[in-house]
């Protein structure tokens, strides 16, 4: 059976790079493929930081600051829900807290980091594209299907945990920490790059988090956490995952289960794909013991 390093050694043409067909590439041309890959990759977040970088009023006033309006979409939903359960102090009228920049480069650096973090998340979907040209060649046909699949379905989760991150648990944290006060002879004065540290770190982590579900496909691969194990302690990431949302959120029950209630849908959806994983493991091992049973009667 070949391994995963010999089947790699494929040809030049294959990889879309020219030359003849059926011409192995050595270790010293892998790593040229590898250079060119990160080289397109960077390419493609300096495009998005770019982008970022010259159309400034869009991303910040349009959205990064978009969360600091009463008139958000979270904070109207949020104001129906409390009219609707009949719930009070839902509807935010006024966000407690004004910005500036205190540093001679303040917001030329917080425009940098923005424009970084853009240049990540817009390019994010191309540079898994690249790493999947990189892999394919060196898969089977049955491989490239699932590795296809998997980059598919990374960029969609990323995609929804910073849509989930931005409307949902930037807003909420804003909010929450926009209001706190400890004493009414105190002001809330945010420093520019911390208000938008907030926004864009929660934003992308949560896009990281909502990896989980192929995070856990790993883990169940290499026979670190399975099904059993995830449904054990399911009670406990549940804890985990409302403690979580406690913090993160203002002290009502409606914010909370917004912010809980999808994190634990993605702790389900991470316990199918694990439970569906071993399965498939499971079926290989049989057909390949059946497969050596014969020659081991023959024996």
Same mark, same amino acid.
């Given at each position: 059976m070949?391994?995963?390093?010999?089947?790699t +050694?494929t040809? $030049?043409?294959?990889r879309?790079?020219? *030359?003849?067909?059926?011409?192995?590439m050595?270790?010293?041309?892998?790593?040229?493929?590898?250079? %060119?890959?990160?080289?397109?990759?960077?390419c493609?977040?300096?495009v998005?930081?770019?982008?970022?970088?010259?159309? /400034?009023?869009?991303?910040?006033?349009?959205?990064?600051?978009?969360?600091?309006?009463?008139n958000f979409?979270?904070?109207?939903?949020?104001?129906w829900?409390?009219? #609707?359960?009949?719930i009070? *102090?839902?509807?935010?009228k006024?966000m @407690?807290?004004?910005?500036?920049?205190?540093q001679?480069s303040? +917001?030329?650096?917080?425009?940098?980091?923005?424009?970084?973090?853009?240049?990540?998340? &817009?390019a994010f979907?191309?540079?898994? %594209? !690249?790493? %999947?040209?990189?892999?394919?060649?060196?898969?089977?046909?049955? !491989?490239?299907?699932?590795v296809? @699949?998997?980059?598919?379905?990374?960029t969609?989760?990323f &995609?929804i945990?910073?849509?989930f991150?931005y409307?949902?648990?930037?807003?909420?944290?804003v909010?929450?920490?926009?209001?706190?006060?400890?004493?009414?002879?105190? +002001?809330?004065?945010?420093?520019?790059?911390?208000?938008? *540290?907030?926004?864009?770190?929660?934003?992308? %982590?949560t896009?990281?988090?909502?990896q989980?579900?192929?995070?856990?496909?790993?883990? $169940?691969?290499?026979?670190?956490?399975?099904? =059993?194990f995830?449904r $054990?302690y399911?009670?406990?990431?549940?804890?985990?995952?409302?403690?979580l949302?406690?913090?993160v $959120?203002?002290?009502?029950?409606?914010?909370?289960? &917004?912010? *809980?209630?999808?994190?634990?849908?993605?702790?389900?959806?991470?316990?199918?794909?694990? =439970?569906?994983?071993? /399965?498939?493991?499971?079926?290989? #091992?049989? !057909?390949?013991?059946?497969r050596?049973?014969?020659?081991n009667?023959? =024996?």
């Amino acid at each position: 059976m070949a391994t995963a390093a010999s089947r790699t +050694q494929t040809s $030049t043409a294959d990889r879309g790079e020219g *030359g003849a067909e059926g011409k192995e590439m050595s270790f010293l041309e892998h790593l040229e493929e590898l250079r %060119w890959l990160l080289f397109r990759s960077a390419c493609a977040i300096a495009v998005g930081m770019v982008l970022a970088f010259v159309y /400034k009023e869009f991303f910040f006033d349009t959205i990064l600051f978009a969360p600091r309006d009463p008139n958000f979409i979270t904070y109207r939903g949020l104001c129906w829900l409390g009219m #609707r359960s009949g719930i009070d *102090g839902m509807c935010i009228k006024e966000m @407690g807290f004004t910005i500036q920049s205190a540093q001679v480069s303040g +917001q030329f650096m917080t425009h940098m980091t923005v424009a970084f973090t853009a240049g990540l998340i &817009l390019a994010f979907p191309y540079v898994l %594209w !690249e790493i %999947w040209r990189f892999v394919a060649p060196g898969l089977k046909d049955k !491989e490239k299907g699932a590795v296809r @699949g998997i980059i598919g379905f990374a960029t969609l989760l990323f &995609l929804i945990g910073i849509g989930f991150g931005y409307v949902v648990l930037a807003p909420l944290s804003v909010q929450f920490f926009g209001g706190y006060s400890v004493s009414a002879s105190v +002001q809330n004065i945010f420093m520019l790059d911390s208000y938008i *540290g907030i926004v864009t770190s929660v934003t992308l %982590w949560t896009g990281v988090v909502f990896q989980l579900p192929l995070v856990i496909v790993f883990l $169940t691969r290499i026979g670190i956490a399975g099904p =059993a194990f995830l449904r $054990t302690y399911r009670k406990h990431g549940y804890v985990v995952i409302f403690v979580l949302a406690a913090i993160v $959120t203002p002290p009502d029950v409606v914010s909370q289960l &917004l912010v *809980g209630l999808p994190l634990m849908l993605l702790y389900e959806i991470s316990i199918f794909l694990s =439970a569906r994983t071993q /399965k498939r493991m499971d079926r290989r #091992r049989a !057909e390949e013991d059946n497969r050596r049973a014969p020659s081991n009667a023959v =024996a």
